[in-house]
């Protein structure tokens, strides 16, 4: 009899309890007739957000909705720009909102957002995100690379570089200096001094335009100095949060002066392609430039670099190893066209 009493229980109580989540929860009544219950979370742009204990966070199209309720006091804004704070409960109109001042009543169709007590309204939620968009951060890296033997041959090989980074989700603003000084058996292989800024603004979603100058100073190449600037625009091919393909295209004007005394300058074209892409625990990145000079196109240069960055610690120190080529089609006299560099070197990079 006992087990008989338990077993006409049981129905009950579960009958029961139910009965007593869905009056603990807010009661959302669709068009078709059917009921959902749970937590509703904020009303936008035409769609219900509302927490489920079956399917977890689901969205409902407003116009699918008759009318809902809620057990706690919201925030109902509607269509006129006026909002209440306060319980919802439905009517055969609609729903009424019990605010401390009396009741307002009004058409589902009529209301504009929904949000808790206590939580930011889309708008200002909106402004915030904006806001942090617009926000710009400074990101620093420090970089050397020493390399030397001694014994039966003296060798040499140093490199330092120092980048600064100022970014929001709109715009970038890069700053680079270089040098580097290699001397094999007391010959000097190396030796090159570079500084760089690079700025780029998005104008609609994919597109941007930059603005680059870079002065530099080679040694070995009987350089004494080079002046590069540029501006254009560019084109994000790929635009994702692990991978970044960008086309550049705009011109430029170059000045070059060197040790025998020629000089050369003319404006010209500026081609870029920059790529990156992020793996599961490092960075692959690639760059190619091409800018011919207008005064004599076959006078160009060709620059390529491809770098591998590896993290070795949870965010300061990384492994950064590459190789760059740069190609001068018209170079002085006893330097040739293409200069390899490999490298390997330590990175330290902090915010």
Do not use: C
């Not at 309890?17 to 009303?43: F, I, M, P, Q, T």
């Not at 003296?154 to 290699?182: C, H, M, Y």
């Not at 009987?222 to 295209?249: M, P």
């Amino acid at each position: 009899m006992k087990h008989s009493l338990l077993k006409n229980l049981f129905p009950v109580t579960l009958a029961l309890a139910l009965g007593l989540a869905a009056r603990a929860a807010d009661r959302v009544e669709l068009v078709d007739g059917s009921v959902v219950y749970g937590k509703l979370l904020s009303a936008e742009e035409g769609k219900f957000k509302v927490e489920t204990s079956f399917a977890g966070t689901i969205e409902i199209a407003q116009g699918k909705i008759k009318s809902f309720t809620t057990d706690e006091a919201v925030n109902v804004q509607l269509a006129s720009g006026s909002t209440v704070l306060g319980p919802v409960q439905a009517t055969p109109a609609g729903i009424a909102v019990a605010a401390p001042d009396g009741q307002l009543a009004a058409n589902t169709d009529k209301v504009t957002a929904v949000w808790r007590a206590g939580a930011d309204s889309p708008a200002t939620r909106q402004l915030k995100e904006q806001a942090a968009k617009l926000e710009r951060k400074w990101a620093y890296e420090a970089s050397v690379a020493i390399n030397g033997r001694t014994g039966g041959s003296e060798k040499f090989a140093g490199a330092v570089g120092l980048k600064a980074t100022l970014e929001s989700a709109q715009d970038k603003l890069i700053f680079v200096l270089q040098a580097e000084k290699a001397q094999d058996n007391g010959v000097e292989t190396a030796n090159r001094q570079f500084a760089g800024a690079d700025y780029s603004a998005f104008f609609s979603p994919k597109d941007v335009w930059y603005a680059r100058t870079s002065i530099e100073k080679d040694t070995i190449k009987a350089l004494d100095l080079r002046s590069s600037t540029a501006f254009g625009v560019g084109h994000k091919v790929i635009k994702k949060k692990l991978q970044d393909l960008e086309l550049r295209a705009g011109v430029s004007y170059i000045y070059e002066s060197y040790a025998n005394g020629t000089k050369f300058d003319s404006p010209g074209l500026d081609f870029a392609l920059i790529h990156g892409y992020t793996f599961g625990n490092g960075r692959l990145n690639n760059l190619l430039t091409y800018t011919p000079a207008f005064k004599e196109f076959s006078n160009y240069r060709l620059h390529h670099e491809t770098t591998y960055e590896l993290p070795i610690t949870a965010s300061l120190w990384k492994l950064k190893t590459g190789i760059s080529n740069d190609y001068t089609s018209k170079p002085q006299p006893g330097i040739d066209r293409l200069d390899t560099l490999y490298f390997t070197s330590l990175i330290l990079n902090w915010k």
